[in-house]
């Protein structure tokens, strides 16, 4: 998508590793958020950030941690991978809050075996 | 607790047909509501955003309604097309983030 993109893709990792996804926009927008869509549950809050430095809880916030240390960027880390974890994370931005809509990454698809 | 409820079983509709699409919602009361489209392995695409204040909103083929007595949006597509064929999520907002339903699969077939 247009001004986010995420990466990797793909990820097959081990239980018990660590991981970190990345995001990054051009856009230059305030807010970022982390979800992670599972089949029967939809879109789940992970993580979001409202600002450089910024960040609160959603949801499903245990077992991952974020840091917004530019604009641009807004990582996930998974300090210790559970299998519960395989999961497709999207990450999405929106300049405003009740303006206009979020625009979301393509998505990684993360495996932990 | 807060929930949203979107019908899981797929709509499947003739070409030509208005698609209706349905967005239930319990203990929230949303400042404003968002109709996502999703196509298999990509993001959601951001479709419309309509208010609280607001009763319906158009857009081309696409027409949304939010009745916040009936806690209830719906999801119109007139003259629908195959290529409408997706899975369209509601979500709703009265603070920084959104909260997203499951997500109706539509079929339009020829």
């Known amino acids: 998508d247009a001004g986010i993109t995420q990466s990797p893709r793909h990820k097959v990792t081990e239980t018990g590793t660590p991981v970190t996804l990345r995001c990054h926009q051009t856009?230059?927008?305030?807010?970022m958020y982390w979800y992670r869509q599972d089949p029967g549950h939809g879109l789940r809050l992970i993580h979001y950030?409202?600002?450089?430095?910024?960040?609160d809880k959603g949801e499903v916030s245990d077992g991952y941690s974020v840091s917004r240390s530019k604009t641009e960027d807004f990582l996930l880390t998974l300090e210790s991978a559970t299998s519960s974890q395989t999961s497709v994370y999207f990450c999405?931005?929106?300049?405003?809050?009740?303006?206009?809509?979020?625009?979301f990454g393509s998505g990684t698809r993360l495996t932990v075996v | 607790s807060q929930k949203i409820e979107q019908n899981s079983e797929a709509l499947n509709i003739q070409e030509g047909k208005t698609a209706t699409l349905t967005c239930n919602y319990t203990?929230?009361?949303?400042?404003?509501l968002q109709w996502y489209r999703q196509d298999p392995g990509r993001g959601p695409v951001f479709l419309l955003l309509?208010?609280?204040?607001?009763k319906e909103k158009r857009k081309e083929r696409l027409k949304v309604t939010f009745d916040t007595t009936l806690k209830q949006s719906l999801f119109h597509i007139t003259a629908s097309q195959p290529a409408d064929s997706a899975t369209y999520l509601c979500?709703?907002?009265?603070?920084?983030?959104?909260?997203f339903g499951t997500g109706t699969r539509l079929q339009v077939f020829p």
């Open positions: 856009e230059n927008h305030r807010y």
């Open positions: 999405a931005i929106s300049a405003d809050v009740g303006g206009d809509g979020y625009t």
């Open positions: 979500a709703l907002s009265n603070t920084d983030k959104l909260i």
């Open positions: 950030s409202y600002g450089v430095k910024d960040t």
């Open positions: 203990n929230y009361s949303p400042a404003y």
């Open positions: 309509i208010r609280e204040n607001e």
